[in-house]
């Protein structure tokens, strides 16, 4: 039962200063939450008050279903993005038309997550690697501050899914700019950065927001030609089932994977970095999974558009001190209010104020810091980040998600297809056993014996490379070489092309009079050594725990003691075989 | 010089003796040569003259260019069925546009690998592994052997590329079979593998050819209506540009592709088995693919078609003793001299004999003990294996490639993105630390120190994994724990993702009043951890060469030597910064 609802969990213990923390929080994530939902539906191009249909039941559902107590869930910028983006390229006409195709894809968004949950796919999103995240946010948060322009410069510029296109779109109407709009950004966002610097405990997006309204009510700005939200219907949403057909299912069908898939990541890496702050441990993957998919699912039956994590309103709903998902309520019960009562104020509020909002808030999503990190740290992920970051920013969202992650698994293969393979000696005086490149001043290399280490993974991959390098080395050795002992420690697999291309490979050594050792493989390593035709061809008497052992072997055959020759052959089917003994 | 014509390596010290045996040896594989290229053409949906073409200049150019030795190119069954499934799908009308677009697609051939081999691509076929091979190649058999069935039971049969039509329209005409074709058929495969086994020595496909041309000659076979290969134009080919056009290639080049690397893959792996048994070492993969690529370039030009290293003839020729690429030359001189006086004879030739030779050669190409062997060792490589075999033998051959490729590289991230992860402990009177599970009775459990293994590179899909092991496992020990080791002998590298999600953990571990120590971290994985936060927050004092040594330095932390702090703390920085130093 409280793994279907969490909420179970904390329930019973709940205190009644909680309760205060819960209230407080809640309204200040509220207070947010209005403004914001309503700008990010325009960044979908929706009407605004869809934002705010989507900060309701989805909200409540999540806090019934969730397993991360403090994030705020709600309207997001990324994937308000990608609805305006993934619709942008169908030709729907009529903003009725729209709507209806955003409610048929926050539903698809909704079965997605619900199905992943139930099938346990929750481990996809490791998936997502840290420069992949990053360059598509970066590039998604440019698309985003160009995509909110038009409303800060207050000129009307046909819309394009293309970034060159909008930027020069946006040229041309340059002499076309109202000042008093671009007035009222520029004082927004400068007012947004002050406050945010020099008085954090004020809730700056508020203050702007009704600036903004009294300004236009009192100073009537609206002669001036600037844009305002305008009329926005009063009351609650109603209960509408969306209306499916085959074709639209087919043509949302991408985006909506790949929204349900950004959703779902941004939900569990902001509800883990917060974990990581509090030292809770609640969240499961799979549950958040079907806990978001089933927000999607009921608000896509109240006109809401998909819905995810916010990161900004999760921070604030942290540094009001949030204790558990109640607090949700709360900013529900305030969008309640404002849907029933004020909006006839927002008739007054401009577009330029939602603009301002945006941008500051999605500005600090672009990661310039990690850029610079793995461009002196670690080149081939730059590599990776970049082109997640140009393809999103120049081709698509989707694309850049999909092709930045095939780059990092093609990365991590072809970094196991070449690994690392060298040639290690003793330390004087010690058992150390290491690299006699890098400690070529220590290291006492011998000429009848060849020690070397192979770090990674053996599978059909590497397995070609393995014996090229290894065939290299002996022939460097020259003829004064006896014996070969691989260290086999970072072997942490050997797959079936690579166990039978080891097989023949000590069967062509030992061919040619020389002796080969194994030391040091792992228990899984063992197992597989033990199950092919490995161990045939090597012997079990070849084995060894430490190297050091196997040179000693390798000196003088006798040596070797009960204690090590048991670990050294160690195996699974050894070890059934001794079970079903006893 | 050497590198573009590798002959030159060898021609300077050719010795007489070696002249004999690559005389004896060229003309043997001429013999089998000419029948068999004959039959492939059939195979591919030519005319048999076709084949004979394909097996001059081509086969001289590798000879030429080739870094290979011993084996023998020319046609060979799988990449004739390539070009017939390829085809097939085409609609091409006539026989006239049929070799059009075959000698097209040789060209394409040639191209594609002649560029990959100048871009250094020929890493790329490290990613076939065997279970793909094996699976690719027993589908392939099966499919060769049904398309010759028409031949062998004297029945025409429609064409088509998918088995079970095949199957089924064979079954339809089953009443109308020509039980002499079939006898001709029976008593070919019959002697076949009568020779194979009791007179190695016998050209078997010689004698079967000669034996069914006389036979049809004196008795007059055809009058009992068997099926005869019929006139075979007498001559050598003429020099014929290729015609391209932009449609043709487009259509063409997944199949050319497709060919392009199987027939590289083919003569690569021959090549390699070969040097396997004879101890040489020359093939260069990328010259391989430049000079295949030639060949088929060539063979373009003179109404050839693909040709790759035959598997039968490589062996025969290697059986009789060829020691040089000149060998080839004798076959090819045998060739010209059947186009130029012999063709009259194959009139008189029964398919049905050609489709024995076929039969007996494919047929051992189905590995049904790899199957096995995988079933009962890897049922994970089987699974990849039956993929490909399934998907070759009933959606396609390129189909059954890539998913079987795409399957066996989501197996190797499959694998890493959930590894073997451990406690291990101290085997008493020793310095071993092994696997708490596998060795319960000898390991020394503590409980105020968690040491633990992970057998795998960290990145980004298995970092989540790694920390959620390790909190359990710390969650586990309760709270007499006060250290924790991290054995990093088969981490084997740290993508950014591991090292930020690594940095935080160990953050955190501290923050706990826990301590945390990483040892045996190998060369590549210290560079890392020095190049990352990671060592600002392990401290390098934390890292030890040996797990015995962090233990030691737990429970005393003033035990460490000299020594060990100096192999400890190497890493590529501090080598560079010494270096300028000095």
Chains 1, 2 share one sequence.
Not at 87 to 110: F, H, P, Q, R
Not at 222 to 227: L, P, S
Not at 315 to 337: E, H, M, P
Not at 500 to 511: F, N, V
Request: proline content about 3%; glycine content about 8%; overall charge positive.
């Amino acid at each position: 039962m409280k793994n279907i609802f969490p909420f179970l969990d904390w329930i019973s213990s709940y205190k009644k200063t909680d309760f205060v923390k819960d209230l407080l929080a809640g309204i200040t994530v509220g207070i947010v939450l209005v403004p914001q939902g309503m700008a990010y539906a325009m960044i979908a191009g929706l009407p605004p008050v869809h934002g705010l249909y989507a900060s309701l039941f989805p909200v409540l559902v999540y806090a019934l279903l969730g397993t991360s107590r403090k994030i705020a869930v709600g309207p997001v910028a990324m994937d308000s993005l990608l609805v305006a983006v993934g619709l942008g390229t169908l030709a729907i006409t009529g903003v009725e038309n729209y709507i209806k195709m955003v409610v048929v894809l926050a539903l698809m968004v909704g079965v997605i997550q619900f199905l992943l949950g139930v099938l346990r796919m929750g481990f996809l999103v490791n998936f997502l690697s840290k420069p992949v995240i990053s360059g598509f946010t970066s590039a998604a948060a440019i698309i985003i501050v160009f995509s909110q322009m038009k409303h800060l410069l207050g000129i009307s510029v046909v819309g394009s899914n293309r970034i060159y296109k909008t930027v020069i779109n946006i040229f041309y109407k340059l002499g076309e700019i109202n000042y008093v709009d671009f007035s009222i950004g520029l004082v927004g966002i400068a007012l947004l950065l002050g406050f945010k610097k020099w008085a954090k405990n004020i809730p700056g997006i508020l203050v702007i927001v009704v600036l903004g309204i009294v300004a236009v009510y009192f100073f009537q700005l609206e002669t001036y030609g600037i844009k305002l939200v305008g009329n926005v219907p009063s009351g609650l949403p109603s209960f509408i089932m969306p209306t499916l057909n085959i074709e639209d299912v087919k043509q949302l069908a991408p985006i909506a994977i790949a929204l349900a898939l950004v959703g779902y990541l941004e939900a569990i890496s902001i509800g883990k970095a917060i974990e990581d702050k509090t030292g809770e441990d609640t969240i499961k993957a799979n549950q958040e999974l079907i806990a978001l998919g089933s927000s999607n699912i009921v608000g896509s039956f109240f006109q809401g558009y998909p819905v995810t994590a916010s990161f900004s309103r999760s921070a604030i709903s942290f540094d009001a001190g949030t204790k558990t998902n109640l607090s949700a309520v709360f900013s529900v019960i305030l969008v309640v209010l404002t849907l029933l009562f004020l909006t006839p104020l927002f008739k007054f509020l401009p577009n330029a104020i939602l603009a301002s909002i945006i941008m500051v808030s999605v500005v600090k999503l672009i990661d310039i810091k990690y850029f610079k990190y793995l461009w002196s740290n670690r080149k081939d992920e730059f590599f990776v980040m970049l082109v997640t970051f140009l393809i999103t920013l120049f081709i698509g969202i989707t694309q850049g998600i999909l092709i930045g992650v095939l780059c990092s698994l093609l990365l991590m293969v072809y970094r196991t297809s070449k690994p690392h393979f060298v040639e290690i000696g003793n330390i004087g005086n010690s058992d150390y056993y290491k690299n006699v490149i890098r400690f070529a001043d220590e290291v006492v290399v011998r000429n009848d014996l060849l020690i070397v280490r192979f770090d990674s993974q053996l599978y059909f991959g590497n397995s070609a490379y393995f014996k090229k390098q290894l065939l290299k080395h002996i022939k460097a050795k020259g003829p004064a070489l006896k014996g070969i002992i691989l260290n086999a420690e970072s072997i942490n697999y050997i797959d079936a092309t690579a166990a039978d291309m080891l097989t023949k490979l000590i069967h062509d050594i030992r061919e040619r009079e020389l002796q080969f050792y194994i030391a040091g493989a792992i228990g899984p390593t063992r197992d597989i050594i033990f199950s092919t035709g490995i161990i045939k061809e090597l012997q079990r008497e070849f084995l060894f725990v430490k190297t050091k052992e196997a040179v000693d072997f390798f000196d003088d055959p006798n040596e070797i003691s009960l204690l090590a020759a048991k670990v050294a052959y160690e195996n699974s089917r050894m070890a059934k075989a001794k079970r079903n003994i006893n």
